[in-house]
């Protein structure tokens, strides 16, 4: 868990022939670490094989700053919470452009839901 969110550390292959024993694509690495660099990082996990969840704080760099053992269903949830706090010009074009943003980011949904539940 201390590397789940910094960069260059989550890659699951060795060796080249380790790409034919992909069974998932999952959220890569990557991916969390640029979300810490937007904003507070959280993440809450379990899987089936454990009676309870922990939730993960990181800090903008991706290093873990806190883990505690919680409750939740089984799954994981990644949330980021003050967005763009820490890039001011970035948070200020965000605001300015606030429908258009909105906008896109229903679009994003109603397409995602549309084949979240075409695929049930």
């Known amino acids: 868990m201390q590397v789940l969110?910094?960069?260059?550390?989550t890659s699951k292959l060795s060796e080249f022939h380790d790409l034919q024993s992909l069974t998932?694509?999952?959220f890569r690495g990557e991916a969390l670490?640029?979300?810490c660099a937007l904003g507070n990082l959280t993440?809450?996990?379990r899987t089936a094989s454990e009676p309870v969840a922990t939730h993960l704080t990181f800090d903008n760099s991706g290093v873990l700053v806190a883990e505690r053992k919680t409750a939740r269903q089984i799954g994981t949830t990644v949330m980021v919470k003050k967005l763009f706090?820490?890039?001011p010009?970035?948070?200020k074009e965000f605001s300015r452009n606030i429908r258009r943003e909105y906008g896109k980011l229903v679009s994003l949904?109603?397409?995602s839901l549309y084949f979240l539940c075409d695929n049930v």
């Open 33 to 35: 670490s640029s979300l």
């Open 89 to 91: 010009v970035r948070s």
């Open 5 to 9: 969110a910094l960069k260059h550390h």
């Open 109 to 111: 949904l109603n397409v």
């Open 24 to 26: 998932t694509f999952g």
């Open 85 to 87: 706090s820490n890039l």
């Open 43 to 45: 993440v809450e996990t």
